[in-house]
């Protein structure tokens, strides 16, 4: 079949817009290096937010009808001014504690450390140099929730692939990212 001038071969075609595809990808990878790199912020070092921590943890005390006093003894705590500043935000249970406090609460580590898989989306996402970007598409962290919920449900163990969570959302990110970047730069 000719076109333009030009002989289509189906093969040639398929790998030609692989190439292109894998050069935009390499592209972007080294755009997302470049912002990582400027601000200075990796996930590693991405850190609960204490106050939304506390809140979490005011919650489950508040869901089992405890006291401060009470929920201190469950969880071996010296008093209830670790409670407290605990739930004011101050600082983190020490990770026995902590793992006490998600047993009482019915709960991971994670969920008080981070809350639900969207939050800490949106978390990881800001921690990584990309706040201004959410402020202006709030919909981006939604959406790659659910491409994690659709494509990772039943395969995807948030105990057991921990690890691999940081770049899933990356990836599935700068599909998102590339998308809305290109449209910016048409308009």
């Known amino acids: 079949m000719k076109f333009g001038g030009h002989f289509l071969n189906k093969k040639q075609d398929q790998e030609y817009y692989i190439e292109k595809l894998e050069k935009e990808n390499l592209e972007l990878k080294e755009r997302i290096r470049y912002y990582e790199s400027k ?3 990796r996930s ?3 850190k609960p937010n204490l106050i939304e921590t506390g809140k979490r943890i005011k919650s489950i005390r508040s869901n089992l009808g405890m006291t401060m006093e009470q929920f201190a003894i469950l969880t071996d705590s010296s008093n209830t001014s670790a409670v407290n500043n605990w739930e004011r935000g101050y600082n983190l249970p020490n990770k026995t504690k902590l793992k006490k406090i998600a047993i009482l ?3 991971t580590t994670d969920w008080i ?13 800001i921690g990584i140099g990309y706040e201004l970007y959410i402020k202006d598409f709030p919909e981006i962290p939604h959406k790659v929730f659910k491409d994690i919920q659709e494509k990772y449900s039943d395969t995807f163990s948030l105990d ?4 691999l969570l940081d770049s899933i959302i ?11 970047f290109e449209v910016n730069q048409i308009s």
């Open 105 to 107: 609460g019915n709960t």
């Open 44 to 46: 590693d070092c991405m």
């Open 160 to 163: 057991k692939d921990y690890e």
């Open 113 to 125: 450390k981070w809350g639900t898989l969207e939050e800490y989306i949106t978390s990881y996402l």
């Open 170 to 180: 990356k990836n599935i990110f700068t599909k998102y990212y590339s998308k809305e």
């Open 39 to 41: 601000f200075h912020k």
